[in-house]
Nanobody, 124 residues
Framework: QVQLVESGGGLVQAGGSLRLSCAASGRTFSSYAMGWFRQAPGKERDFVAALSWSGGNTYYADSVKGRFTISRDNAKNTVYLQMNSLKPEDTAVYYC?????????????????WGQGTQVTVSS
């Protein structure tokens, strides 16, 4: 069993930055692919970014490419999402998720474990 706890959300003005963290329990974190998703009110949960178990392969949604960076520190059992040049449309609850085959996927259904989410609000 893996537990994921997100942190780092908050209120920021448009153009600002935030860094989200997701701390994982368990000794097998380094073998999992990790993803970030977001869900705005009344909308489906959308893919944001993902990376492989080694961090060598990363994928981004077109809407965040060039602004967001996903990374991981396997020694700390933590995955990060650096978010720059934030826009009001980035406002959502952000979730991290773990995928146990180690290969990053875009579909939420591919992920086995989820955190509770952290709110990100970008004001205009």
């Amino acid at each position: 069993q893996v537990q994921l706890v997100e942190s780092g959300g908050g209120l920021v003005q448009a153009g600002g930055s935030l860094r989200l963290s997701c701390a994982a329990s368990g000794r097998t974190f380094s073998s999992y692919a990790m993803g970030w998703f977001r869900q705005a009110p009344g909308k489906e949960r959308d893919f944001v970014a993902a990376l492989s178990w080694s961090g060598g392969n990363t994928y981004y949604a077109d809407s965040v490419k060039g602004r967001f960076t996903i990374s991981r520190d396997n020694a700390k059992n933590t995955v990060y999402l650096q978010m720059n040049s934030l826009k009001p449309e980035d406002t959502a609850v952000y979730y991290c998720a773990a995928e146990t085959t180690g290969w990053p996927m875009r579909a939420p259904t591919a992920y086995d474990y989820w955190g509770q989410g952290t709110q990100v609000t970008v004001s205009s």
